[in-house]
Structure formats: structure tokens, C-alpha cells
């Protein structure tokens, strides 16, 4: 998979299991969900479970302070040896709370210097937090764009944070994607290794992201990772998209074929909680639920 790579790149995702298809196998990451506050709304999230841009919806993780999520990191990195990545991604945008985001991800830069660090967010606060991100070591950023085209962004997200006040509909929606861009351009200027999540929402953005993947290629974006829609009634999932159905697995894998010429294209997405812990698609979460011990800080 990698082979096409510049060295450079190759040594800089041969640890990290998300974007290095090998290295799942065999890598562990961590996420700790320090982050509770969202700046947008999706329709397809219902804030009382973790963000759906990267983490499961319908599962909610115990929220952490940043000297707990420390804690944390430390213990698990101990017992765990395979562990090389630490991720904020949820409950609900790292960066509506970028005092705790940047906090946590201070402290593990700090004390576990050899993990590498990943966020997730929606792109929405992305570009004043670019300077902070690559300041702190933050080189594997992803970001959730569902649409590049305000009309289709419009039926997605009904309304996201403008500046002193909430912006609505197709205006929101631009804001948004807006914010993506700008973002994306200044981590890619500074070397950061982007990657875009989408979410597929049959008949809303399944025909569009083709358009997203081309101008993800233009943007210089390392990775693209197409996400099905999870709507199950049982997670929480409601809302505008009027009883939308998750795809079907040969839908999501023709949007992937059709969409993986211009970026390289991620298909080993297990869309972990805001929580987890352990190689993709494993969960050692509950190992380390009970109160860790005294850290030796
Ligand atoms: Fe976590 Fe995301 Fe970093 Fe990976 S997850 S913040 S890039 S360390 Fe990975 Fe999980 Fe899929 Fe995310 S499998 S949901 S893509
Ligand atoms: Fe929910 Fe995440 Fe969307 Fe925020 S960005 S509304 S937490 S899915």
C-alpha cells in the first residue's frame, strides 16, 4: 500500500493505525474523550453520545479532565506496549474546547514523548488552531467533510457556530465548509498529514462525494476515509435526515471505488468511541475502567 511513498511520509505513518492499513495489525491507539462541547450540529448526532465525525454514535464515553485523561494515557501506556497513538476525537469537537484539548495533548507531549498525537475535528474552529496544533506535535489531523457544495452541506448540518451568533441553512453550511478549506490549506502548508472523513448519507451526499474526493485532491489531503451513516433508532440516531437508512456494504464500497482515484483512499475504518482503546476494532476500554493508580508525575 505505502510503496509509492516518499520515504519521509512512509516513517511518519508506519506506526499509526489508521493511516497505514499495515500498521493496524499491528498498532494500538488511544482515544481520551476530554472533549464534551460541539460547535456545530449534524443531523445525524444526538449530543447525548459521542461525536459521529470519527467515534461510534450511540455509545457515550465517561468524559475526562485533562489531568485525568493524562492519567490515563500513562497507565494504559504502560501496560499496553503496542500503543503509538493518542487521539482526541469526541464526544463532540476537539476543538469547541480547545483549552482542554490543548491541555491534554500538552501533557502527554510532555510526559509521554514518544506517542504520536492525532485529533479529529468538524474544521470548523481549524484554522485559528493550526499554530497550537503544530506548536504541540499534532501531525495527523482528520477532518470530517461531508460536502463541498452548501446545498448539500445545508441538509446535513442545520446550524453551526458563526462569529456571535448561530449561522443557519445554506449560510451555515458555507461558514463550514469554508472553515474546512482553510484549515486544510494551513495544515497542509505546514506538513501535517490530513485526513478527511465523510460520512455517506444515502441520497443526500452519496452522488456528491466524488466532487468532495477531487477537491480533496487539490487541497493536498493525505487520506480519505468514507464512513457509512450509522442511523439506528437503539443509538440515539434521529433527525432531519427524514429516516435516512445507513448504505448497504456494496453501496459504501461503489462510493469508495468511484471516489479512490484522486486521494488515497482509508477502507479499514472500524469508527471507534471517543474512548477506545487497543488495535482497531478492539476495545480494551474496560480493562482500564477502574481508577488508575497514583501517577508518579
Ligand atoms: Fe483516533 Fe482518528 Fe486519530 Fe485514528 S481513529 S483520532 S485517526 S487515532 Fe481510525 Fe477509529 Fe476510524 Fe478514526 S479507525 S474512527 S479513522
Ligand atoms: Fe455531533 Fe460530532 Fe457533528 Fe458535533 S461534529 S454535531 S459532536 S457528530
Redesign the pocket.
Known amino acids: 500500500e505505502a510503496d509509492d511513498l516518499p520515504e519521509g511520509v512512509r516513517r511518519r505513518i508506519q506506526d499509526?493505525?489508521?493511516?497505514s492499513e499495515q500498521a493496524?495489525h499491528h498498532f494500538a491507539?488511544m482515544?481520551v474523550a476530554v472533549a464534551p462541547a460541539c460547535n456545530i450540529q449534524c443531523h445525524y448526532c444526538n449530543r447525548k453520545y459521542d461525536c459521529a465525525n470519527?467515534?461510534?454514535p450511540g455509545v457515550v464515553s465517561r468524559r475526562l479532565t485533562p489531568a485525568e485523561a493524562i492519567d490515563r494515557v500513562l497507565w494504559v501506556a504502560e501496560q499496553v506496549p503496542e500503543l503509538s497513538?493518542?487521539?482526541?476525537?469526541g464526544p463532540g469537537d476537539a476543538l469547541a474546547n480547545p483549552e482542554r484539548t490543548f491541555q491534554t495533548l500538552e501533557g502527554i507531549r510532555r510526559h509521554a514523548p514518544d506517542l504520536k498525537l492525532?485529533?479529529?475535528t468538524n474544521g470548523l474552529a481549524l484554522p485559528e488552531h493550526v499554530d497550537t496544533l503544530m506548536e504541540l506535535g499534532v501531525e495527523?489531523v482528520?477532518v470530517t467533510v461531508n460536502a463541498v457544495d452548501p446545498e448539500v452541506g445545508a441538509r446535513i448540518h442545520p446550524w453551526v457556530r458563526g462569529p456571535g451568533c448561530r449561522l443557519h441553512g445554506e449560510a451555515a453550511a458555507e461558514r463550514l465548509i469554508r472553515q474546512q478549506q482553510e484549515g486544510i490549506r494551513r495544515l497542509v502548508e505546514r506538513g501535517a498529514l490530513v485526513?478527511v472523513?465523510s460520512v455517506l448519507i444515502p441520497g443526500i451526499n452519496d452522488r456528491h462525494l466524488r466532487e468532495v474526493a477531487r477537491a480533496l485532491r487539490g487541497q493536498g489531503v493525505f487520506l480519505h476515509?468514507i464512513?457509512p451513516l450509522i442511523a439506528r433508532p437503539e443509538h440515539g440516531t434521529r433527525f432531519g435526515l427524514d429516516g435516512r437508512r445507513e448504505p448497504t456494504p456494496a453501496e459504501l464500497a461503489a462510493v469508495r471505488d468511484a471516489c479512490g482515484g484522486d486521494v488515497r483512499m482509508?477502507r479499514?475504518?472500524?469508527?471507534?468511541r471517543a474512548d477506545?482503546v487497543g488495535r482497531?476494532g478492539e476495545d480494551l476500554g474496560p480493562r482500564f475502567e477502574r481508577e488508575p493508580p497514583p501517577p508518579a508525575l
Open positions: 499509526h493505525p489508521c493511516y493496524h491507539r482515544h470519527e467515534s461510534r497513538v493518542v487521539g482526541i476525537a492525532c485529533l479529529s495527523h482528520t485526513k472523513n476515509n464512513m482509508m479499514h475504518c472500524r469508527q471507534c477506545a482497531l
